[in-house]
């Protein structure tokens, strides 16, 4: 089965959490994808529980565009998506201070979210094939 990039966009649309708006999901390269969306950080905290105070409030409220280009690679069931470098409003983001944000920000507030080691992928699928044209998807028993 394939995934075109309209379907992948559908995918990403219908599963958006409060606080982002307008996702995007392109693959750029083979095993490389990027995806874009409008952020409120204000609004996602909240919508995840979480109440910041005061200051952290004025600085997350409002709406940034954010990017994220990340490798995927999947055989044996498996995947491992290896995040490269993050952009918000124009500020990129990788190296140390990315794993540091990955360890500090995102799995604290995510802790299911798997990144940089290998993930099963279910629902039977051997692999994803991540190339530019479409995401092959090999389901298999």
Known sequence: MELTPRELNAYAEHNLP???RN???QVIAPE?????????FGKLQRSLGYKPGWLLSKLLDGERPVSVTA???????????????????????DGAT????????LLPVYPAAV???????GHHIRALDV??????V???R
């Open 18 to 20: 409060q606080g982002v």
């Open 23 to 25: 996702p995007q999901v």
């Open 32 to 40: 490389i994808a990027t995806g874009s969306a409008m952020v409120d």
């Open 71 to 93: 490798r995927i690679r999947s055989s044996g069931g498996q995947a491992t998506v290896e995040v490269q470098r993050v952009q918000v409003s124009g500020l990129q983001i």
């Open 98 to 105: 990315l794993d540091f944000l990955i360890r500090n920000v």
């Open 115 to 121: 990144v940089d080691r290998p993930f099963d992928l």
């Open 131 to 136: 190339q530019p044209r479409a995401v092959g």
């Open 138 to 140: 090999l389901i298999g």
